[in-house]
Each structure stands twice: as structure tokens, then as C-alpha cells.
């Protein structure tokens, strides 16, 4: 299992080099959602730091124990109602992609005196199934959410499944640009050295890390 946690990591630097970034320049973000403790042990043995979770509760599941080991991302859509264990729990929000929960995490994060960075989620492809601020709102969104002092550090999208995703993830960095955003959380299993030559900061990647999800 290393040998795949090594050769990712080897992809990932040579994708950086072939786009001429810095061999640095792109942090994996390791999916564990779904994913057996045996799987997921020798990555995080190997040295990986930054897991990817889906769930608040099966993430506090899964990392209570460890949670001082790792950096941890929540990229799966979030409930209002969880908002309060997000903010508790999380390093990073990479799934902000409605005023009410804008306005939530606000007042979590002020009761709780702990900001998680924030990554504006993006439907880029505008799709009514997916979550996310479309692409026409993105520049009001984020300024709204910046009027609430919440900490926005980039900006998060799952390009639709049917498409070349090139074009998507060249949106998402023109968005960010022109909104000040540094981050581009972007690319997983299928499409994440497309991801990097488009600028991606980090990358979130599941199965082929890990293996088919159960
Ligand atoms: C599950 C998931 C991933 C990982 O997908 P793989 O194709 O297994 O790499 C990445 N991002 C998000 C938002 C996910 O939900």
C-alpha cells in the first residue's frame, strides 16, 4: 500500500514540474472516507498528514484518537446542524456553499473562539444535483462571507462527471484570482495531474490511494 501512497506522491511532484511549479507545490489530501482502518494505517505510517473526510461523525469516528497526528479536511457537503462539531473538529471546510451556513460557521466560530480555514465550494458545471455556489455568484458569495470575518482561504470543485475537466478547474482558478484566493482545492482519483497543470494547491485523492470505497 506505501508503494501506491509513494508513487501518487511521485505523480503529484512530477504533474508540479511539468506545469513548472515548484515540486512542493501541491499538498495531497488523502480521502478517507469509507476506507478500512488497514488501508488507510500504512499511508498514514508512511508519513501522510492530510486526510479528506466526508462526514463530521464518521470522521470524529475515525481520528478522535489521532486527531493531533493529522491536518483534517472536511470535503463532503455540511449540515447546518452540524456546523457546531465542524468548526470544533476540522482544520479545514472545504465545502462553504450557502449563506445559512455562511452565517452558522460565523457564529461558531465566534462561541467557539476556533476558525477552520474555509475553501468556497464552486458548481462549476452548474449542476442542479451538486452542491455549491455557481460560478455567477461566486464574487458576491465570498464577499459576503468575508463581511462575516470568516477566514476563506480558496476554493473547492468537482467538475461534472461526463466532462473534460480542464476547462473547470481554469474557471476555478479565475475565480480565485480575481476574488484574491490562493487556494485551489481541485483534481481526485481520475484527474488530478490535469488538476496541477491547471494550478491546483492540493488535491483529493480516494481510491487510488486507498483502494475502491465498501
Ligand atoms: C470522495 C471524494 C473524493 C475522492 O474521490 P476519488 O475519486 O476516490 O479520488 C474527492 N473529493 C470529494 C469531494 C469526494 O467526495
Redesign the pocket.
Known amino acids: 500500500m506505501s508503494d501506491v501512497y509513494t508513487s501518487i506522491l511521485t505523480r503529484i511532484r512530477a504533474a508540479a514540474l511539468a506545469a513548472g511549479r515548484p515540486a512542493d507545490a501541491v499538498t495531497l489530501v488523502a480521502?478517507s472516507?469509507l476506507q478500512p482502518w488497514d488501508h488507510i494505517a500504512p499511508v498514514l505510517d508512511a508519513g501522510q498528514r492530510v486526510f479528506?473526510e466526508?462526514r463530521v461523525q464518521e470522521a470524529m469516528g475515525r481520528w478522535s484518537e489521532r486527531r493531533s497526528e493529522v491536518e483534517l479536511r472536511l470535503?463532503?457537503p455540511l449540515q447546518s446542524n452540524k456546523a457546531r462539531d465542524a468548526v470544533a473538529f476540522f482544520d479545514v471546510i472545504e465545502s462553504l456553499d450557502r449563506e445559512k451556513l455562511a452565517r452558522v460557521l460565523a457564529d461558531e466560530v465566534q462561541a467557539q473562539g476556533r476558525a477552520p480555514r474555509l475553501f468556497v465550494q464552486i458548481n462549476t458545471g452548474e449542476e442542479p444535483q451538486k452542491a455549491g455556489v455557481s460560478p455567477g455568484q461566486a464574487d458576491g458569495f465570498i464577499a459576503l462571507a468575508r463581511s462575516l470575518d470568516l477566514p476563506l482561504e480558496g476554493l473547492m470543485c468537482?467538475p461534472p462527471a461526463d466532462q473534460d475537466p480542464a476547462p473547470h478547474f481554469r474557471l476555478l482558478g479565475e475565480i480565485a484570482a480575481r476574488n484574491g484566493l490562493s487556494k485551489l482545492s481541485m483534481g481526485?482519483?481520475?484527474d488530478f495531474e490535469t488538476a496541477i497543470a491547471c494550478g491546483a494547491t492540493s488535491v483529493?485523492?480516494?481510491?487510488?490511494l486507498f483502494g475502491a470505497?465498501t
Open positions: 480521502v472516507k479528506g466526508n470535503i463532503g468537482i481526485m482519483s481520475d483529493r485523492v480516494g481510491s487510488a470505497r
